[in-house]
């Protein structure tokens, strides 16, 4: 205090004209920029939900004779720890024969150089395959065709949320971390990938479209 007392008003109004600009600074980029722990402003009208889709798209890098696989990956997550649920409606696959296919959530919603710039699979805690989050497992077609409901332990919320991550269908099974190599523990050995698409935020909409 005596320090202060002592201190000449010039270098005073200085010290408190800087002090007042930092707390006005801090206030307002605490205003405009929120916590990145806060929940998505969307879940407010979805009563604390959040749903997403995924156009999916043959593979713009297709090699010759693979099938061309379009349709739709629906997500609805209740709250940051609610069980994520998933529905796959896709078609295109051969209906000659009852390949099972393998589908991965991949790192990067990157498709510059079609699926392969989607790079591998989204592992954030850095665990051996088939364990990572968007591990769908191994899917069989009927008539060409994938309905099917899964449940997932990947999330929509939080820093490991899957948006903007990409769904990857590959030409053959999973082997489900089995395979006795290295990359069974990193992709299941699923072959090439045949078709891709982005995870983006939507309204309750196509959900409900198919589950009512």
Known sequence: MRELQDMNPLRCAVLLVALL??????????EEFPLRTALPPEIVPFIGTLYATCRMNPNTQLAPGMPKVYGQVLFKQTGPEG???????????????SQS???HIHQYGDLSEGCTSTGGHF???????????GDFGNFVPRNGK??????????LFGGWSVLGRAVVIHERED???????????LHGNAGNRVACCVIGM???????????
């Open 101 to 103: 296919r393998a589908i």
């Open 146 to 155: 994938i309905r099917q409901s899964v449940d997932s332990d990947a999330t």
């Open 123 to 133: 592992n954030p805690s850095g665990i051996n395959h088939p364990h990572h989050p």
């Open 21 to 30: 600009s930092f707390t006005i600074c801090t206030l307002t980029s605490s």
């Open 175 to 185: 082997d489900l971390g089995l395979g006795g190599d290295a990359g069974s523990l």
């Open 83 to 97: 069980e994520l649920r998933v529905t796959f409606r896709l078609h295109g696959l051969p209906t000659s024969d």
């Open 202 to 212: 939507s309204s309750p909409k196509q959900w409900n479209k198919f589950h009512n």
